[in-house]
């Protein structure tokens, strides 16, 4: 890092992801959710493609959070219940 004077400041500015990453430590940390791998997922969906998944009754909400904190509501997650008991089918797709 360069030497700076007295009163002034380096600053850059960063997007919401880079932010993300910075914050979290790059990833390297050792610490993921066990949602990430639908996030890299997520980030390839187009106005005309939708993921589709299955889910327990408990991972609904935690999912819904995950998208939120992560993506800002640019996603959402729609469930509908398989007919077995606590089992879901999600679908996430690009919000309107």
Same mark, same amino acid.
Request: charged share 30%; aromatic share 10%.
């Given at each position: 890092?360069?030497? *700076?004077?007295?009163? #002034? /400041?380096?600053?850059?500015?960063? &997007?919401?992801? !880079?932010?993300?990453?910075?914050? &979290?430590?790059?990833? +390297?940390?050792?610490?993921?959710? !066990?949602?990430? &791998? ?14 589709? =998944? *299955? =889910?327990?009754? !408990?991972?609904? #909400?935690? =999912?819904? +959070?995950? =998208? ?5 509501? *640019?996603?959402? $997650? *729609?469930?509908? &219940? ?5 089992? /879901?089918?999600?679908?996430?797709? $690009?919000?309107?």
């Amino acid at each position: 890092m360069a030497k *700076k004077k007295a009163g #002034q /400041f380096f600053v850059e500015v960063l &997007s919401p992801e !880079k932010f993300r990453t910075e914050i &979290s430590g790059g990833g +390297q940390s050792g610490r993921t959710s !066990k949602y990430d &791998s639908i996030g890299r997922s997520v980030r390839r969906l187009t106005g005309d493609t939708v993921i589709k =998944l *299955k =889910l327990d009754k !408990k991972e609904v #909400q935690p =999912l819904r +959070q995950y =998208l939120r904190k992560n993506f800002e509501n *640019k996603y959402v $997650l *729609k469930t509908a &219940s398989t007919g077995k008991a606590g089992t /879901f089918t999600g679908f996430i797709f $690009l919000a309107a």
